[in-house]
């Protein structure tokens, strides 16, 4: 189960496939003409203009589980900085494979290597035809770069860098000379798509086929544009973005495309909701990023960050007995409380949320509790954690869960009672070792003594910590965190008992900070019985909790 007792603008678009833009955290910087890659379960992306004039040198990390960005330690080795730069990854590693620069030597044709075990860069090869705002895509441990910007035109150059031998072949130039064009591998084939030569934007879309060294002219994009970023999603290629004669003010596009090689049609999604040009398409987990660009033609510069979802090809479900108490595991349920939900088809990769108030969608996913939306803590393809809202009145209770444009029948989950007391063990089943502190420490009260951990002292305190307790003096709204002044406190008070003993009780109510997070603060009692599993359980308003264990000594 995934809940850190410790821790504590969507738009569907209609058209050719459905689909949803969900914005994410910021990028770090204004940039446009940013690179990315997804790697290792990451983001990277790199390189571009700020507003200054001067070129982006940090290497930006993303992690989409937390929504949250890091910067290496590292600067990205092109000299004086980089922009349009062809960016891929293969094999464990990142790679810069030629880039638009400052300075007299207007491209820099090297290709650089980052190992994100050692976080070092290294220069590895040299292209033939050095570029940069080339179309970039990955088969296996082989990265081919596609056409691109020479220091005096658009070139139609094809080359292609194997990243277990360090060395750059060249293939069959691309029928068509551009550059500002993107590219994608699918069914182990290249499509180099749209561009620009000149001042010309272009609708070319052209297939290499590594099987027969050999180029074939496909369906064309519908709308002509530069400056694109893609991805691919089941073997499908979808194309958004750009800038040029687009009709709209800001001369961008806010185009969506989508290209399906196996009937070579393309169809329209509806509209790029933050439309940018200059940008990549990072996918992962069935998500495409979408770090940095320019949101109006030129030099223009944004931290917009956003991701794209399709629909799944199933809709979500909830299993039978799928909804429970996160803490206690069982079919029990209150307002306030935290809540874990198993089904199938519920998230494309995983989430978890990282600022307040917790949203209502969080990856593409909403639970509705009696047709209003709950806040969610986690979301994976096969669980999610919500909040029950306060405001839930006891009794019947039915959940929806919908992902993308597709929603779940809806279930009937256990009635909401006056409470539902659970306590949080690590193992996430409501059994074993207990989510207890040595209070006024981060010690967890276990056997083994180590940096983390140390067994609790009879006589001494310790934080309990649950979910489910019932009604406070002082609820906090749905979806914010428990607050420091004043602390609500539970309007019923709990007993504890701990290894056979009742314990005295201090403190019942919000974990200050943290989202439907009990703590209850209670002394180890002097005859409480001593091991390395003595029993905790909880009773309140009558209702008696689950049981966990916690090490006592004396």
């Avoid at 996913?365 to 954690?385: K, S």
Wanted: include cysteine; proline fraction near 8%; charged fraction near 15%.
């Amino acid at each position: 189960m995934r809940y850190l007792v410790f821790l504590l603008v969507t738009c569907s678009v209609p058209g050719f496939a459905q689909g949803l833009w969900e914005r994410r955290a910021p990028y770090p910087v204004e940039a446009t003409e940013v690179s990315a890659a997804a790697l290792d379960g990451k983001i990277y992306a790199l390189c571009g203009i700020l507003p200054n004039g001067s070129r982006d040198t940090t290497l930006h990390i993303y992690d989409p589980y937390a929504d949250s960005w890091t910067d290496a330690t590292a600067a990205v080795p092109v000299p004086g900085g980089g922009d349009h730069c062809n960016v891929a990854a293969a094999g464990g590693r990142l790679y810069v494979l030629g880039a638009i620069r400052v300075g007299a030597n207007f491209v820099d044709g090297n290709t650089y290597e980052f190992d994100p075990r050692t976080g070092q860069w290294a220069a590895v090869g040299r292209m033939s035809v050095p570029r940069g705002s080339s179309g970039v895509a990955v088969i296996g441990s082989r990265i081919y770069v596609a056409g691109g910007l020479d220091p005096r035109r658009a070139v139609s150059a094809m080359e292609v860098f194997d990243t277990a031998s360090k060395t750059w072949s060249r293939l069959p130039d691309m029928p068509t000379a551009r550059d500002h064009l993107t590219a994608q591998a699918v069914g182990g084939k290249i499509y180099a798509i749209a561009g620009r030569s000149g001042a010309t934007d272009l609708n070319a879309n052209e297939e290499f086929d590594p099987a027969t060294n050999g180029w074939r002219v496909r369906a064309t994009i519908p709308t002509a544009r530069g400056g694109v970023g893609s991805g691919s999603l089941r073997n499908r290629i979808q194309v958004f973005g750009g800038e040029g004669n687009s009709g709209r003010p800001e001369q961008t596009f806010n185009q969506h495309e989508e290209y399906d090689p196996a009937t070579d049609t393309w169809g329209t999604l509806g509209v790029m909701v933050n439309p940018r040009h200059g940008l990549y398409g990072a996918t992962l987990d069935g998500r495409i990023f979408t770090p940095g660009g320019g949101p109006r033609l030129g030099a223009t510069f944004s931290n917009a960050h956003d991701a794209f979802f399709l629909p799944l090809t199933a809709a979500p479900s909830i299993r039978a007995e799928g909804i429970r108490n996160a803490a206690s595991n069982r079919a029990e349920l209150t307002p306030g409380a935290i809540v874990a939900l198993y089904g199938e088809n519920l998230s494309q990769g995983e989430q978890a949320a990282s600022r307040f108030p917790i949203p209502g969608t969080l990856n593409a996913t909403t639970v509705r509790v009696n047709n209003t939306a709950a806040p969610v803590l986690y979301v994976g393809p096969n669980q999610i954690n919500f909040q029950l809202p306060y405001n839930t009145v006891p009794g019947p209770i039915t959940v929806t869960v919908q992902h993308v444009t597709q929603t779940s029948a809806v279930f009937s989950a256990p009635d909401a009672t006056a409470v539902a007391p659970g306590l949080f063990s690590l193992t996430g089943d409501g059994q074993g070792q207990g989510a207890i502190l040595i209070a006024g420490t981060n010690l967890l009260a276990r056997p083994t003594p180590d940096a983390f951990s140390r067994a609790a002292q009879r006589g001494e305190f310790v934080s309990i910590y649950a979910t489910g307790l019932g009604r406070l003096d002082f609820p906090p709204r749905t979806g914010e965190p428990g607050p420091t002044n004043p602390v609500p406190q539970t309007l019923e008070r709990p007993e504890v008992t701990i290894g056979g003993a009742l314990a005295e009780v201090t403190f019942s109510g919000l974990t200050p900070g943290a989202l439907g997070l009990y703590q209850i603060n209670a002394r180890v009692p002097v005859t409480a019985r001593t091991g390395t599993a003595v029993p905790v359980s909880i009773r309140i308003a009558g209702v008696a909790s689950n049981a966990v264990t916690m090490a006592v000594v004396d």
